[in-house]
């Protein structure tokens, strides 16, 4: 399906890239959201350099199939039940990794997202964009820490790679769109930017989340290997846009934003770089960013400059813990 009249583009950096990754045997990758898209990507990336991929997907024909597609292709990859708009379904997700990985955890990639979505709640309250995109996230990661620091353990790092977008520019992070007022952060009204807002709020979230985990692994457990990471990838053609129009995006300003996007977007495998690099290059280091530099414009994944809010990141720890009622990272089991 195709909500664009710009033509689908082809990979320019990616074969490049690709051939600098080192192989992944014995390594265990874990990724949210790759049924399509960046996620689909990576998954197939880390499988092909030999790791064994975790895909966490939500159930349906899409996971099923993006699932065989990777079987086919000879890639150990599994696949976890993991609803992100249900922590009931994390927790689940988070317990089949715990009997999945006794090996522990190398890579836990938050990738999944969602993207423009009308002001919902979901059924735990949150708004849906936040939960899916960042406070579901922040839960998994809570609960699969210990398997984080076993992989850290026995093969000397292990990493926590978050997914945020050009388009966590725009405003300070707001303790209203982390509480439960799901469907009550501003509507759907004329002229329609409050859901791109709270899209804004979520990938901003993703960003401090990164830093905030980075600070406290400084902090708490500077021994133990585990790096926090975050990417993002830039205008890409992946299913995002599609499903932002199915699920109600189409306002003239959503068409407008979504056409802006589609205009410049890259290949989603050059969108998938950041990402692959903070999951799997060699040399990277805890509280780092990769992405495109230009603001709304594709690229190759570089290093980025740290954008840090240490009041912004301190709020968002202490928001998501409260509304995740998640066990804090260190914490004994
Ligand atoms: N494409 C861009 O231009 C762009 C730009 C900046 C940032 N990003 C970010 O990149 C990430 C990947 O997006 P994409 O562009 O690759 O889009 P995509 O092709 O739509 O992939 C998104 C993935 O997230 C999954 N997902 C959505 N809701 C979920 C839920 N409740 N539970 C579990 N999985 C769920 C989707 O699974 P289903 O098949 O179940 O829907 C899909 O696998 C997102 O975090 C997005 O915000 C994208």
Not at 70 to 81: K, M
Not at 290 to 300: E, I
Request: glycine fraction near 10%; charged fraction near 20%.
């Amino acid at each position: 399906m195709s909500i664009s009249t710009h033509s689908v583009p082809l990979p320019r950096h990616y074969p490049e890239f690709v051939k600098t990754l080192p192989r992944l045997e014995g390594r265990t990758i874990a990724i949210t959201g790759c049924t399509s898209g960046t996620g689909l990507v990576a998954a197939r990336t880390c499988g092909e350099l030999g790791a064994r991929v975790l895909m966490l997907n939500r159930p349906s024909e899409r996971a099923d199939h993006a699932l065989a597609v990777l079987r086919e292709a000879g890639i150990n990859a599994v696949l976890v039940p993991c609803d992100l708009q249900r922590f009931e379904s994390v927790r689940a997700a988070a317990g089949a990794l715990e009997r999945t990985c006794p090996e522990g955890l190398d890579v836990l990639c938050n990738n999944a997202g969602v993207m423009g979505l009308p002001d919902r709640a979901t059924g735990d309250g949150y708004d849906i964009q936040m939960q899916t995109n960042h406070l579901s996230h922040f839960l998994l990661t809570s609960w699969v820490w210990p398997l984080l620091e076993a992989a850290a353990a026995a093969r000397k790092e292990a990493r926590v790679v978050n997914q945020s977008s050009g388009a966590r520019r725009g405003g300070p992070l707001r303790a209203d769109h982390l509480a439960a007022n799901g469907g009550k952060l501003g509507g759907d009204g004329f002229p329609g930017l409050d859901k791109w807002r709270r899209y804004q709020q979520s990938k901003l979230a993703n960003l401090l989340f990164t830093y905030a985990l980075h600070d406290r692994i400084s902090a708490e457990r500077p021994a133990s290997g585990v790096k926090s990471l975050c990417a993002h990838p830039g205008p890409t053609h992946s299913d995002l846009q599609v499903k932002t129009t199915r699920d109600g995006g189409t306002r003239l300003i959503d068409k407008l934003i979504l056409w802006r996007t589609l205009r410049v977007a890259q290949a989603v495998e050059d969108g998938a770089l950041g990402l692959l690099r903070a999951a799997c290059a060699p040399g990277v280091r805890s509280g780092e960013f990769y992405g495109p530099v230009g603001r709304g414009q594709p690229g190759p994944a570089e290093l980025l400059p740290p954008e840090r809010d240490p009041k912004a990141e301190r709020l968002l720890w202490d928001a998501s813990l409260s509304a995740t009622g998640g066990v804090d990272f260190f914490s004994p089991r």
